[in-house]
């Protein structure tokens, strides 16, 4: 199947999870659709995987929040205990 979109994040997106698939196929042995063919897997145990996977989306996220807010904080501290004195007339636009 040939790529027709020209948009590159989308192209991105496609090679990461082109990407994916062949690791979670080394890792389990057999690709999804294998899964379902040969019944490895059922309706329950695939919705249970994306409870799972959701689950974790959920704890990657909070913790992306609290990486953000540590670093709005960190800059508005620096930019709250800067020395007026210390900036330099071509530098008055970073106030």
């Given at each position: 199947?040939?790529?027709?979109?020209?948009?590159k994040?989308?192209q991105?997106?496609?090679?990461?999870?082109?990407?994916?698939?062949?690791i979670?196929?080394?890792?389990?042995?057999?690709?999804?659709?294998?899964?379902?063919?040969?019944?490895?897997?059922?309706?329950?145990r695939?919705?249970?995987?994306?409870?799972?996977?959701?689950?974790?989306?959920?704890?990657?996220?909070?913790?992306?929040?609290?990486?953000?807010?540590?670093?709005?904080?960190?800059?508005?501290?620096?930019?709250?205990?800067?020395?007026?004195?210390?900036?330099?007339?071509?530098?008055?636009?970073?106030?």
């Amino acid at each position: 199947m040939k790529i027709k979109t020209k948009d590159k994040i989308v192209q991105a997106v496609l090679a990461k999870m082109d990407q994916r698939s062949l690791i979670g196929q080394k890792k389990y042995g057999a690709t999804m659709m294998q899964e379902i063919e040969g019944q490895e897997k059922d309706l329950n145990r695939f919705l249970v995987d994306v409870q799972e996977e959701l689950m974790d989306a959920l704890l990657y996220i909070e913790a992306a929040k609290r990486c953000l807010q540590d670093e709005i904080e960190e800059v508005a501290y620096k930019r709250f205990t800067t020395d007026v004195s210390d900036i330099e007339v071509h530098d008055e636009k970073t106030l």
